[in-house]
């Protein structure tokens, strides 16, 4: 890749494919970029508007991707232009993370019941079964499900006791887990209004909670050494 650094441009049209801008000034500039490698930008100031121009390759993937958003594929396009604002596709924010020593890891979950059998006046705590799928890099794990425990009237996040996955081995670093799966019980209890948690009523779905039980998370573990 080539480095152009310290220098000053003026109402330039300029080829950018392939180079690394550092401590340079633009001033009304037209950036051209044709699909070539990776640019970059670092410590730049643009002192007015300058413009991006397509070309190439660049510019028939442009195309490409206007003629699918204006068709019926306008949600497989949509994870792309989140991409470019560095968002996930449900409008987030990207975590940023180092993908040599750790790993994303998406918990979508998708159900909350109360189970109405554990529930006893012997004890006073109740236990919420979440269901979800994991995304772990390029695998995905269906079908799992955690058991979340709340202690009669506690109403801190740290007051519930989340028990280890059901259907899945893989050992990391549970404590985020641990955390998102606090957040979607609140954000549940949100949802069914001000129930009395501590009656059996089992939450079957989010018609009965009367909202969406589908809720993703991201979280950044450590890879294992």
Not at 147 to 168: C, F, H, M, N, W
């Amino acid at each position: 890749m080539e480095e152009v650094r310290g220098k000053s441009f003026q109402n330039e049209r300029l080829d950018i494919d392939g180079k690394t801008f550092r401590e340079c000034r633009f001033d009304s500039c037209t950036f051209v970029y044709s699909g070539g490698e990776v640019v970059g930008f670092s410590e730049c100031n643009f002192a007015s508007p300058c413009q991006v121009e397509l070309d190439g390759a660049a510019l028939s993937t442009a195309r490409v991707l206007a003629a699918m958003w204006d068709s019926n594929l306008r949600p497989l396009v949509l994870p792309v232009v989140m991409g470019i604002q560095g968002k996930y596709p449900d409008g987030t924010p990207q975590l940023k993370y180092d993908s040599q020593k750790q790993i994303l890891i998406g918990v979508e979950f998708n159900g909350f019941i109360q189970n109405v059998e554990d529930t006893s006046p012997d004890d006073p705590a109740s236990k919420y079964t979440a269901s979800f799928n994991l995304h772990v890099e390029e695998n995905s794990f269906y079908n799992l499900s955690v058991i979340i425990k709340r202690t009669a009237g506690s109403v801190e996040l740290d007051d519930l006791e989340v028990y280890p996955i059901q259907g899945y081995d893989w050992k990391f670093q549970y404590g985020p887990f641990q955390e998102v799966a606090r957040q979607y019980y609140f954000h549940m209890r949100s949802l069914s209004g001000n129930i009395d948690l501590n009656t059996n009523i089992i939450m079957e779905n989010n018609l009965n909670m009367g909202g969406d039980t589908h809720k993703v998370y991201r979280i950044v573990v450590d890879r294992e050494t």
